[in-house]
């Protein structure tokens, strides 16, 4: 140290001090100010790719969400056809049915107009059969043939 102030002056001391100062001063702002930039432009990159990879992950989820409705939408549409299919089926039994039906009160009509009397029994049978026909959308026609059969007595003639 005595070296020192011997070599240089008080005033030398001071000034290196102080440009020592400035320097340090110098470094820490340089620092700082690269932090900063470097702290920003990681930053931006790190917004951007938790950005990109939110972004990802949404359009992950409506792959996955479409693929699911569509799968969905296929078993409504196998379902639907299903539907038609049964509904179909239905409507030809039901057809089936009032043309029976129909067959039945014609054959039984023409049975006990040619006997000339009913019985109670077979009338009720006959009415029963024909409210299933009304139901099922069965025509007119066998409603003549049933108020015909309704006059008829109900007793054999003697």
């Not at 440009?19 to 340090?24: D, F, N, Q, S, T």
């Not at 820490?28 to 930039?37: A, K």
């Not at 992950?60 to 479409?66: A, P």
Request: charged content about 35%.
């Amino acid at each position: 140290m005595v070296d020192l102030l011997e070599a240089y002056s008080l005033s030398d001391i001071a000034m290196f001090t102080v440009l020592l100062a400035l320097a340090i001063r110098g470094a820490v702002s340089f620092y700082d100010w690269l932090w900063d930039r470097i702290k920003r432009k990681t930053d931006k990159d790190y917004k951007s790719k938790e950005e990109r990879t939110a972004l990802e992950a949404e359009i992950h989820d409506l792959e996955k969400f479409y693929s699911e409705k569509d799968k969905v939408d296929k078993g409504f549409e196998r379902n639907e056809q299903q539907y038609q299919e049964l509904r179909q089926q239905i409507n030809l039994l039901i057809h089936s049915d009032v043309v029976n039906i129909r067959c039945q009160i014609t054959d039984k009509y023409h049975q006990f107009m040619e006997q000339g009397w009913i019985d109670d029994r077979s009338m009720m049978c006959l009415e029963d059969i024909y409210d299933i026909y009304s139901q099922e959308g069965g025509n007119h026609f066998v409603e003549s043939l049933m108020e015909e059969l309704r006059t008829l007595p109900k007793t054999a003639p003697k």
